[in-house]
Nanobody, 117 residues
Framework: QVQLVESGGGSVQAGGSLRLSCAAS????????MGWFRQAPGKEREFVAA???????DYINSVKGRFTISRDNAKNTVYLQMNSLKPEDTAVYYC???????????WGKGTLVTVSA
């Protein structure tokens, strides 16, 4: 089991940037697919971005060109650089780890991102 702790959330105006971090412990970090998901008020949780051990990435269409996921296997950390933020990006962002993207095994507690117009 992997323990995940997110940080870097906060409040920004539209057009601003934030970088989320997720520190992992308790597992072999480099083996895992690492993902970011988000849940907006009143909505279901949705996939945002993922990065494989090989460095391959995937994104939901609405964040392509604005968000960048990266990982540092030496530091057991995954990042989400978020630029050109929009009010619709407001959500609690969760970090997740697993061997299969459709079935992530471990989740952090989340960090809140609020984007004002």
């Amino acid at each position: 089991q992997v323990q995940l702790v997110e940080s870097g959330g906060g409040s920004v105006q539209a057009g601003g940037s934030l970088r989320l971090s997720c520190a992992a412990s308790g597992g072999t970090f480099s083996r895992y697919i690492m993902g970011w998901f988000r849940q907006a008020p009143g909505k279901e949780r949705e996939f945002v971005a993922a990065i494989w051990w090989s460095g391959g990435t995937d994104y939901i269409n609405s964040v392509k060109g604005r968000f960048t996921i990266s990982r540092d296997n030496a530091k057991n950390t995954v990042y989400l650089q978020m630029n050109s933020l929009k009010p619709e990006d407001t959500a609690v962002y969760y970090c997740a780890a697993g061997l299969v993207l459709d079935g992530m095994d471990d989740w952090g507690k989340g960090t809140l991102v609020t984007v004002s117009a």
